[in-house]
């Protein structure tokens, strides 16, 4: 069982930026794949970024390419979302998730997380 919380959101002006936070609960958080989604009001959920076991593997929605970079700290149980340049359209609740991987893991899937937290909202003015 892991427990995630997020925190970092915030109110930010657009071109700013924001350091989300996930903290894990558990002592196998080295073991899950860990992702970033995020969901704007009336539209579905979408994929934002994920990092691999060991943090030397990362992908990232071509919305966010070269303006978020994800991270992980597995000594402190935590996984980040770096995003900098942030545009109005960035405006969301944003979710952390964690994935045992497998063969059925596709990291942009969020069917595929085993793992929620409960989000942390982020708001951009233009």
């Known amino acids: 069982q892991v427990q995630l919380v997020e925190s970092g959101g915030g109110l930010v002006q657009a071109g700013g930026s924001l350091r989300l936070s996930c903290a894990a609960s558990?002592?196998?958080?080295?073991?899950?794949?860990m992702g970033w989604f995020r969901q704007a009001t009336g539209k579905e959920r979408e994929f934002v970024a994920a990092?691999?076991?060991?943090?030397?593997?990362?992908e990232y929605s071509d919305s966010v390419k070269g303006r978020f970079t994800i991270s992980r700290d597995n000594a402190k149980n935590t996984v980040y979302l770096q995003m900098n340049g942030l545009k109005p359209e960035d405006a969301a609740v944003y979710y952390c998730?964690?994935?045992?991987?497998?063969?059925?893991?596709?990291?942009?899937?969020?069917?595929?997380?085993?793992?929620w937290g409960q989000g942390t909202q982020v708001t951009v003015t233009s």
């Open positions: 558990g002592r196998s958080f080295s073991r899950y794949y």
């Open positions: 998730a964690a994935a045992a991987g497998g063969h059925q893991y596709v990291h942009f899937d969020g069917n595929t997380y085993h793992y």
């Open positions: 990092i691999s076991y060991t943090g030397s593997t990362a």
